[in-house]
């Protein structure tokens, strides 16, 4: 009978997962928590930092900004180290949720390169230490594309009908029609949201789908010829597939920077710090930024980079590139003015 | 035995984890947050009585509707089949149509991805077949394959639990008076198994209402449920009042519309809703 | 004719269901990570996922916490329903509505306002703290409904005079209801518990929101993989585990001794 037969999968069940739980280990006293985006790291990395400094890694993960936030204000967690975005540092630093980072702990805090300092989300760098950056612009596919790829009217070229793909970002999209329209990225007028809007509206015919992170795998697999990506993102695309090619466009675009903070209620800081030190360290660095296929913002790792790689402006975009882009700031309540252009657009389709 | 007071744990149990949080959610849907305190204030309501919210709503009613119908009519001959004689004692078959669930639900609908887009297996196949290409992924009808494969299981256990050991002797004896299969099926088998769908059409309308990855994956973004409209002020537009106006409305809506139809029902289990 | 028919319909809907599953095993072994390229056949990720600690972990998790939820829901569900079957009037109503609450709420909002209680109530209780106690709690809560119902039904099918003959007949209520009742809805509370441990494996917002620092379930961690790209060794893991699923399945199928009892289905075969 299924009972009986019931009972027994329940029993086998039981029986396996006692084996597999004695498989789990307990953490040690000295330990730090670090919370991350997944396969944002080289997990290596961990254990490397462990057997250095005996320090156990207790390695966490979030998939986007918001989730972490609200689990880092909730109270009911301690982690010692995260990576947040440039705007999210931001807010955390105006609601108190960060602790001071003392740089004068992190030897290899001179490592990183002076342009990524003091920028406007932490004007002091009193809260974090970049982590990696890059840029939004375009991936397109060459063998689909034939006009040059340098500015956000391609995605609204009406030849690339049903070819293209949108960020499902509220803000990197609006941002995109923003600066299409030589606006700001952080614009708080209205009527400049409004115009970006309809300039969205009327582009959602040309769009096969505003997608989110499943463009890559598309992109490589040829689904379509224009889509809005991250730079990092770009450079896996390429790699797999040589078709592709990644431009900034001439209007400008987003430049972001994950950085490495203390949250409030952190129990072992002094680790934390020992692990952000140790990640500024040039060969760990290296290593990190080959696996997780960003651009680093370590000037001593970019001189053990290949050629082939610091010269691609995709990697490594050069000073004109890098000024014509903009950093978004923290919107505080009037993010719901950019949800209410968000909503409208959606609705359209 | 009073076997009413068994329910009391559960009964504690919903106090504590299902009434609490709810009214935490009213109370976050009746305020607005001005400068880091709550004032009371209708204003959220009012913004998700606004067309593009009631548009998403009616969409997703509508879809899960479509997707429930659907799961209906595939899984009840399943459930059906699986009861009768022959299959009773491979009893097996049936966890068959559970255990894909046991594997990650992401990494299910990435696979559908794979066999729906341009150049995915389906289109593949017909390329080699020499049909025309086959526009599926991006548009509602990937959102609805999605929900009724997610969704399926939840339909084919309930319906199942009820027909097997379905009293033979009631069957029996309808045959002996002379009832052909059809009758049979249809005044006595059906009837008999409509607490059963009841339970599977709750377990698959209610959640594909609020579903909101799959139509994210499936459908794009710009395909609009109120799942993902609910999703977005709790994370990029960091509105939770809103979000918990639109929840609120969300349940009002489906948990008073249950009521309706049951209130003819004098059990109150929901068995009239056909 | 309506034998193959049946066969014929069964196969095409067990095709449904295992497509997607066999696609993601073909991509566990898959030379490169993205499922738009086949880089040629590996066991590469195998081996690393072997050497990965913190999946095995999560592996773990997952699976004692969808045993553990499943049965605390299916004991408070279970009992719950043979109450709420015993109740009358707008009170049943009201049990009945607070019931479907969970499976209607949207995951975040339940996953969020989970979270919200729990930090409320840590100010009462100082030294607990997010972890798997938490994450038990949690789902449990949204597991015990797809119990209560699954079990109603059999409740409302079940006939009343056969508890009552069994009084009769000399029985104590509890003994009667051990005896009858109990066993006549096993097979609604087997199915409330296969439910109970699917909802428990699958979810991952409201694991998300109410776990402690370190603690990880299968699905928490693939969720956050996926702004990345989500590594095959998750693919090589699902397909470990489906094949020891099916192996367990049918080992179990070939020593039942049910196979050579008369089968007890529906008497329905007369018409074929």
Not at chain 1, 311 to 324: A, H, K, L, V
Not at chain 2, 211 to 223: E, R
Not at chain 3, 156 to 171: H, I, S, T, V
Request: aromatic residues 12%.
């Amino acid at each position: 009978m299924i009972n009986r037969r019931t009972v027994t999968i329940a029993i086998a069940l039981l029986a396996l997962l006692l084996f597999v739980s004695a498989c789990g280990s307990a953490t040690s006293q000295n330990s730090i928590s670090v919370y991350n985006w997944g396969e944002y790291i080289d997990e290596d990395i961990l254990s490397m930092f462990t057997q250095k400094t005996g320090i156990e890694v207790v390695y966490d993960y979030y998939a986007n900004n918001e989730e972490m936030y609200a689990k880092i204000k909730s109270g009911g967690v301690n982690y010692d180290l995260c990576i947040p975005s440039d705007y999210m540092i931001e807010r955390m630093i105006a609601e108190d949720l960060l602790e001071t980072v003392d740089t004068s702990q992190i030897p290899n805090y001179a490592n990183i390169d002076d342009r990524f300092k003091d920028l406007a989300y932490d004007p002091e760098n009193k809260y974090s230490v970049p982590y990696v950056w890059g840029t939004v612009g375009i991936l397109y596919n060459t063998s689909m594309v034939d006009d040059p790829v340098d500015s956000w009217d391609i995605l609204w070229n009406d030849k690339y009908a049903n070819q293209i793909f949108m960020y499902d970002s509220m803000r990197d999209t609006v941002g995109v029609s923003l600066k299409r329209l030589g606006f700001s990225l952080n614009t708080r007028d209205v009527s400049e949201l409004n115009q970006a809007r309809d300039e969205l509206i009327a582009q959602s015919d040309l769009v096969r789908a505003i997608v989110g992170d499943t463009v890559r795998d598309s992109m490589i697999g040829g689904e379509a010829a224009l889509a809005v990506v991250y730079s990092g993102d770009a450079l896996y695309c390429i790699e797999k597939n040589r078709d592709l090619g990644y431009a900034v466009p001439k209007e400008g675009s987003n430049v972001w920077f994950d950085a490495m903070v203390v949250p409030k209620g952190a129990k072992n800081i002094e680790g934390a710090l020992k692990f952000i030190d140790f990640l500024c360290d040039p060969e760990i660095c290296l290593r990190n930024v080959e696996y997780i296929g960003f651009s680093t913002v370590n000037s001593e790792t970019l001189k053990l980079l290949p050629e082939e790689m610091t010269s691609d402006p995709t990697f490594w975009p050069d000073d004109e590139i890098y000024n014509r882009c903009e950093v978004f700031y923290d919107l505080g309540d009037f993010v719901g003015e950019y949800d209410r252009v968000w909503t409208e657009v959606l609705a359209s389709w | 035995m009073k076997t009413r007071y068994l329910s009391l744990p559960y009964l504690i149990w919903a106090l504590v984890f299902i009434i609490i949080p709810i009214g935490l959610v009213v109370y976050y849907s009746l305020t607005v947050e001005v400068d880091g305190k709550l004032i009371f204030s209708w204003a959220n309501y009012k913004q998700a009585l606004t067309p593009s919210y009631l548009l998403a709503l009616w969409r997703s009613i509508w879809l899960a509707f479509v997707c429930t119908v659907i799961c209906f009519a595939l899984g009840y001959p399943i459930a059906y089949i699986m009861a009768s004689r022959e299959y009773a004692s491979k009893g097996f078959l049936l966890f068959l149509f559970l255990v894909p669930m046991w594997m990650n639900f992401l990494l299910r609908t990435y696979s559908w991805l794979s066999i729906l887009e341009r150049n995915g297996f389906i289109n593949s196949l017909l390329r080699l077949l020499s049909l025309p290409e086959a526009r599926i992924l991006y548009t509602d009808k990937a959102v609805v394959l999605g929900m009724v494969y997610n969704f399926l299981p939840f339909m084919i256990l309930p319906i199942h639990t009820v027909m097997k050991k379905m009293d033979s002797s009631i069957i029996e004896a309808a045959q002996d008076l002379g009832a052909n299969g059809r009758t049979v099926f249809l005044r006595v088998v059906f009837p008999l198994s409509i607490p059963g769908v009841v339970s599977g059409v709750t377990m698959v309308f209610m959640p594909s209402v609020t579903t909101f990855i799959i139509s994210k994956l499936l459908g794009g973004a710009q395909f609009m449920l109120i799942g993902n409209m609910i999703e977005r002020q709790f994370t990029e537009s960091r509105n939770w009042n809103l979000g918990s106006a639109v929840s609120v409305m969300l349940m009002v809506l489906i948990l008073t519309s249950i009521a309706i139809f049951t209130v003819v029902d004098k059990d109150g289990e929901g068995g009239a809703l056909f | 004719m309506i034998r193959l028919l049946k066969k014929i319909y069964l196969a095409v809907m067990l095709l449904f269901m295992y497509a997607p599953i066999a696609v993601l095993i073909v991509y566990s072994f898959n030379a490169s990570r993205s499922r738009s390229v086949w880089g040629g056949f590996t066991l590469d990720w195998y081996a690393q996922l072997l050497r990965d600690k913190s999946i095995q972990r999560a592996l773990s998790t997952t699976l004692s916490l969808a045993f553990l939820s499943a049965l605390l829901a299916t004991i408070i569900g279970a009992a719950a329903a043979v109450g709420i079957h015993s109740m009358r009037g707008a009170f049943k109503k009201t049990v009945l509505a607070v019931t479907n609450i969970p499976v209607i709420m949207p995951d975040i909002v339940m996953g969020l306002s989970l979270l919200v209680l729990y930090t409320y109530l840590f100010h009462f209780f100082p030294g607990i703290k997010l972890g798997y106690g938490t994450l038990l709690v949690s789902h449990t809560t949204f597991n015990i409904p797809y119990v209560i119902l699954s079990v109603l039904p059999k409740l409302k099918q079940l006939d009343p005079n056969l508890y009552e003959a069994a009084l009769d007949l000399g029985c104590t209520p509890i003994k009667g209801f051990f005896k009858v009742v109990l066993q006549e809805i096993t097979s609604a509370i087997v199915t409330g518990a296969m439910l109970a441990f699917t909802m428990s494996l699958d979810d991952f917002i409201v694991s998300y929101f109410t776990k402690g620092d370190g603690d990880n379930t299968l699905s928490t961690i693939i969720y956050s993989m996926a702004r990345r790209g989500v590594n095959p060794k998750i693919n090589a893991l699902s397909a470990i585990m489906f094949v020891a699923v099916l192996l367990l399945l049918y080992v179990i199928n070939s020593f039942d001794p049910s196979k050579a009892q008369k089968a007890n289905g529906l008497g329905l075969e007369g018409e074929s």
